[in-house]
């Protein structure tokens, strides 16, 4: 039976996706999305590290570094989106670290088993496993889709993304525990807040362009 909650993060996802769609078809959808999901993404973290930090400086040192990374990556996002190379591979990493979150989400809830760490008591070995094994499929059915070929490669940077955003993932879920919060906002309907979806992303798409730079 499906429950309320689930229904509602479901609905959610669903407007996610639409969202991507109309993100990588309309510019000025790309640039109001890129700016409001930076900035909520900003301001949640901020709300962490004021329950955090007690000592200003380290909470100016630290926002000052989360203004500046998210900053440069929705600005590099903006520019890679603009070329049709990279519109592609940018395309394939976002749906990585989407299929990377889904299927830590789908084998972690069917298979259960022992828990990955402390940091996040719901992450497991199984669900760390169901990322890289549905991050793997997903990209390598879409760079074939682009490109017509397909490399062993593509599966091993897969993997490596798929990583990058579980440990993405975990940094944030530390930052929680150490708030005592469940999520990092509730601006996002079943799912919380908006850096509780991007954590992984934030980390992935970099690592992904850097694994793809290096390895392929």
């Known amino acids: 039976m499906i429950t309320a909650n689930l229904k509602t993060r479901i609905y959610t996802s669903l407007f996610l996706f639409l969202l991507i769609f109309l993100i990588f078809n309309f510019n000025v959808i790309l640039v109001y999305s890129l ?6 993404s900003i301001l949640e973290f901020s709300t962490l590290m004021k329950i955090i930090l007690k000592n200003k400086f380290y909470l100016l040192i630290s926002n000052v570094f989360i203004i500046i990374y998210i ?12 070329i049709l190379e990279f519109k592609a ?17 789908i084998f972690g809830k069917i298979f259960k088993g022992p828990k990955l760490t402390k940091i996040s008591p719901n992450k497991t070995f199984s669900g760390a496993f169901g990322s890289i094994f549905l991050a793997c499929i ?3 059915l879409l760079i ?21 955003c579980q440990i993405g993932d975990l940094i944030v879920s530390f930052f929680k525990r150490k ?12 799912h919380g807040g908006v850096l509780d979806r991007l954590d992984g992303i934030f980390l992935g798409i970099p690592f992904g362009f850097i694994f793809l730079t290096l390895l392929y």
Not at 71 to 82: D, Q
Request: proline residues 1%.
């Open 35 to 40: 700016i409001i999901l930076g900035v909520l």
């Open 71 to 82: 900053s440069l990556f929705c600005l590099i996002f903006f520019f890679f989106s603009n």
């Open 89 to 105: 591979i940018l395309i394939s990493l976002l749906f990585c670290c989407i299929a990377s979150d889904l299927g830590g989400f």
């Open 138 to 140: 997903v990209m390598s």
């Open 144 to 164: 074939f889709y682009f490109t017509k070929s397909f490399s062993i490669m593509i599966v091993t940077i897969s993997a490596l993304t798929s990583i990058s």
């Open 179 to 190: 708030a005592k919060v469940k999520d990092t906002g509730n601006f996002l309907p079943g």
